[in-house]
């Protein structure tokens, strides 16, 4: 099973170069990235899930809405949100789209299994830094979903034979032939592979003049939308199946 999952996150404090690029043009690239994301699930008729960072909830409702229109899954993304900011958001977006969130996902962990538990979360979806160098340390540890107080954690996946993480940039940089093989070799061995990639990897970086280090840039924008539609439509050839998280999960 392949789980593809997307981070919708704040660009403002995190990727912005000068102040001529103001917030509500960073929210215009990000809805824009979104979009081209949907189109290309669309074509492929794949399901996904979206987490969005809390602090970037109320600012894109619109988006939000038209996610869930296309039957992908709304969660959350905790970037260090306060347990009480936490459970307002939650709250006041399954009241807009009228669904329970079942998942969220955190990078520097911050909030313990037993607050989440009392939040009502059903999975957490933890990821881990990604800088030029960490994609490629050989990593040794479980893959396998885990319960906890009776919450699901869901690892990041590792390609057993390479020990090399699905994560963001790896699936940015690293030659498609061979991400396609490590997939093909996970799940010879794995009941399923958790991708993950960020929304503001869609960007024109060059246009836009994110502040990104250099690595970054490789790949990035309508190369990134080519390199997703390559790899969905090789999925979908070879009868792959796709699953959102809450599905799996439960």
């Known amino acids: 099973m392949i789980l593809l999952t997307f981070n919708i996150i704040n660009h403002h404090r995190k990727f912005r170069k000068n102040e001529?690029?103001?917030?509500?043009?960073i929210l215009?690239?990000?809805e824009n990235n979104v979009s081209?994301?949907?189109?290309?699930l669309e074509n492929h008729h794949v399901l996904a899930s979206f987490f969005i960072e809390i602090s970037l909830v109320e600012k894109v409702k619109p988006l939000i809405k038209k996610i869930v229109s296309k039957g992908h899954e709304i969660a959350l993304y905790n970037d260090n949100s306060?347990?009480?900011e936490i459970e307002t958001v939650k709250r006041n977006t399954e009241d807009f789209?009228?669904?329970i969130i079942r998942g969220i996902r955190q990078k520097d962990v911050t909030v313990s299994v037993n607050d989440l538990k009392n939040l009502e979360f059903s999975y957490v979806s933890n990821i881990e830094n990604a800088n030029i160098l960490f994609p490629f340390k050989r990593l040794k540890r479980s893959t396998e979903i885990f319960e906890e107080n009776g919450l699901s954690i869901i690892p990041e996946s590792i390609s057993p034979y390479s020990q090399i993480p699905y994560n963001d940039f790896v699936f940015q940089v690293v030659p498609l032939k061979f991400y396609?093989?490590?997939v093909v070799e996970t799940l010879k061995n794995e009941d399923f592979v958790l991708i993950y990639l960020n929304s503001?990897?869609?960007?024109d970086l060059e246009k836009h003049q994110f502040q990104v280090p250099f690595y970054r840039k490789y790949n990035s924008g309508r190369r990134m939308e080519n390199k997703l539609e390559d790899f969905l439509q090789w999925m979908n050839e070879n009868e792959f199946a796709f699953s959102r998280m809450k599905d799996f999960v439960f």
């Open 82 to 84: 306060e347990i009480s």
């Open 36 to 40: 081209s994301i949907l189109r290309i």
């Open 28 to 30: 215009k690239i990000t």
């Open 200 to 203: 503001w990897q869609f960007t």
């Open 20 to 25: 001529l690029i103001n917030d509500d043009k």
């Open 97 to 99: 789209i009228e669904k």
């Open 180 to 182: 396609q093989n490590m």
